[in-house]
């Protein structure tokens, strides 16, 4: 299993951007996006099940929208009016039948300065 991240940068602040995540070596079941700012835990971003069914954190509720291509084993993190505090490594997750962890992206540095 591989999952490839990119869409990353560097935006201003009330920017967008779109993040998108290539997986390959499976089916999978519910896929999503966590990130990660510095010195702080990994945190749920989205995460959207194989029907399509979706879930937010309440910080990007309403800028945030995950979606997902299952023909193209990719799903797609669109981040609309960005702030300072969506800066973090963002990573890429995949659920997989019938195994108990989960697999990770590499991550992708997103950037929002203040």
């Known amino acids: 299993v591989q999952l490839v991240e990119s869409g990353g940068g560097l935006v201003q602040p009330g920017g967008s951007l779109r993040l998108s995540c290539a997986a390959s070596?499976?089916?999978?079941?519910?896929m999503g996006w966590y990130r990660q700012s510095l010195g702080k835990q990994r945190e749920l971003v989205a995460s959207?099940?194989?029907?399509?069914?979706?879930n937010y954190a309440g910080s990007v509720k309403g800028r945030f929208t995950i979606s997902r291509d299952n023909a193209k084993n990719t799903v797609y993190l669109q981040m609309n009016t960005l702030k300072p505090q969506d800066t973090a490594v963002y990573y890429c997750?995949?659920?997989?039948?019938?195994?108990?962890?989960?697999?990770w992206g590499p991550g992708t540095q997103v950037t929002v300065p203040s």
């Open positions: 070596g499976s089916i999978f079941n519910a």
């Open positions: 997750n995949a659920v997989v039948p019938g195994i108990s962890y989960d697999f």
């Open positions: 959207i099940s194989s029907s399509g069914t979706t």
